[in-house]
């Protein structure tokens, strides 16, 4: 897990990428919201901004105020701007990782931030000591593979909805 400082760091850029792209961030889904640093961030930033957290935990709902939900069953009745969907999916097996995505795809008018540790991760990137190993580990080309059905890849976690009218050049996204 990151500390509040890095999330709110991470947070911030995400929110400037967005600014970058023109998207006016005025709608939030914090999907997997667990202490809720995102939320945060955006109600001390962003006051204006509507949040919608979620979480399958209901310690973590009760404890800060998400709303219980299963991603990979849960179809958000509405779109939000930015959608964020950090270290979550690896919890779910493939079949639920598919539909996770489906869902997050149909939440998202603009940009998804999508962090999850991948297999070369979790062989060379993570530390060890605080990182969780009871989860489905998958290739970062098994992601992509999944993730671009929906999305165009940004760079940086960020990936664009393919209905958005956010223009990538060449070299931001995905190689063709």
């Not at 949040?51 to 509405?78: F, Q």
């Not at 970062?140 to 050049?169: D, P």
């Amino acid at each position: 897990m990151h500390s509040r400082r890095k999330i709110e760091t991470l947070a911030s850029a995400v929110h400037q990428f967005c600014n970058w792209w023109d998207v006016q961030v005025r709608s939030v889904l914090d999907v997997g919201a667990g202490v809720g640093y995102w939320s945060d961030w955006y109600r001390n930033s962003h006051p204006s901004t509507k949040i919608v957290s979620v979480d399958v935990s209901e310690h973590a709902c009760k404890k800060y105020g998400h709303e219980r939900r299963d991603i990979s069953s849960w179809t958000p009745k509405r779109k939000f701007d930015l959608v964020i969907c950090q270290s979550v999916l690896q919890y779910l097996d493939d079949q639920a990782a598919r539909s996770a995505i489906k869902n997050l795809a149909g939440a998202t008018k603009n940009v998804l931030f999508f962090e999850v540790p991948t297999k070369n991760d979790l062989r060379h990137n993570v530390d060890r000591k605080v990182t969780d190993f009871e989860i489905y580990s998958r290739s970062g080309l098994w992601y992509r593979h999944e993730l671009n059905k929906y999305f165009k890849q940004a760079g940086a976690g960020l990936w664009v909805i393919k209905s958005s009218n956010i223009v990538l050049y060449e070299l931001e996204g995905n190689a063709k």
